[in-house]
């Protein structure tokens, strides 16, 4: 970053238009609300937590997820929906296990779509060929351990007892109820509905990225959406920094200077599509987490899951 004129960085963003940008934001909003009838889908019922309660659950998600590094966003949902909800633990992580099986092969969708549909530059960049193949790779065979598993263990859920004692006999209880729970992966329709709706979110993600694109009046279209998204879910797989701040600009700016822009004009798309894509989730879950009522005393009180007792937390939620 340190060779960006920043005054060419200012006066890109200045020409911004706010039109473009407001329905770029929108396209969060839209995400939030399919993102939820998808987790709703992965209940054992689809009714066991009604669509408010689990819109604001995905909503507070979602602001975690995109401002707390170390999936603490992820831990904190699964003990809203798990604690709050008194869905149970394991059937919280079966949740979440789901989701992120099923959105590796949203991300496998927009990096096929770059590779096999879209003429890019060349040379096409060597580091984000390999990143995808290996990306492919984890998800492959993350997706045949899991299925394998709830095949292989959904019926010994109802065979256990649960009374049992000692730490090993606890552990292959949950293993065993984590697995039953798993029925999406188990039934074909489902699968293929979740990873629809998981494609569609992708999309979703590239229809913001293009209007930010065409907020600044820069000549690209959609191929460069695309890439822009692809290299985004590669940056951001591990959520090392809050908010992903660092790792988001950098790929925004690698994909944009390869594709012949500027690096300030780079720079500028990146914060723009940056702040499109979490400012609507941070100002959606700060609201719901009122409407919840969700308390900081609730995570101190909490020891089985100090993971996501952290300050981050506490001062992102009414603190």
């Not at 992120?100 to 530059?121: D, N, S, W």
């Not at 006999?169 to 029925?183: E, P, S």
């Not at 700016?253 to 780079?266: F, H, I, P």
Request: glycine content about 6%; overall charge positive.
């Amino acid at each position: 970053f340190y060779k960006i004129g920043f005054a060419e960085f200012i006066q890109a963003i200045k020409q911004v238009n706010l039109t473009y940008f407001l329905l770029a934001s929108l396209m969060s909003v839209a995400i939030v609300l399919l993102n939820t009838v998808q987790l709703k889908g992965f209940l054992p019922r689809y009714d066991a937590v009604s669509f408010k309660k689990m819109y604001h659950l995905v909503a507070i998600f979602s602001m975690t997820v995109n401002v707390v590094p170390f999936w603490g966003g992820h831990a904190l949902f699964i003990y809203l929906l798990g604690q709050r909800e008194k869905m149970g633990k394991t059937i919280a992580f079966t949740v979440m296990t789901l989701d992120q099986i099923i959105e590796g092969f949203a991300k496998l969708f927009i990096f096929g779509m770059v590779v096999f549909t879209f003429t890019f530059p060349e040379p096409f960049p060597p580091q984000l060929l390999k990143a995808m193949q290996g990306f492919l790779i984890v998800v492959l065979v993350s997706y045949t351990a899991i299925f394998s598993l709830s095949f292989a263990l959904r019926n010994k859920a109802f065979s256990l007892d649960k009374k049992t004692s000692g730490l090993i006999q606890r552990f292959r209880n949950f293993v065993y109820h984590w697995a039953h729970h798993l029925k999406v992966l188990r039934s074909f329709r489902l699968s293929a509905f979740s990873i629809g709706l998981a494609v569609v979110m992708k999309c979703l993600e590239v229809l913001a990225v293009y209007l930010i694109q065409k907020s600044m009046g820069v000549p690209l279209g959609l191929p460069a959406a695309f890439l822009m998204v692809a290299a985004h879910s590669l940056a951001t797989s591990l959520p090392l920094t809050p908010g992903r701040v660092g790792l988001f600009e950098a790929a925004a700016v690698l994909t944009y200077v390869y594709l012949g822009l500027s690096q300030a004009e780079a720079l500028a798309l990146a914060v723009l599509i940056h702040a499109a894509h979490t400012l609507p989730f941070i100002i959606l879950g700060y609201l719901s987490s009122h409407f919840f009522g969700f308390k900081r005393k609730e995570l101190k009180n909490q020891g089985s899951t100090a993971s996501v007792a952290d300050e981050s937390v506490h001062s992102l939620l009414h603190g």
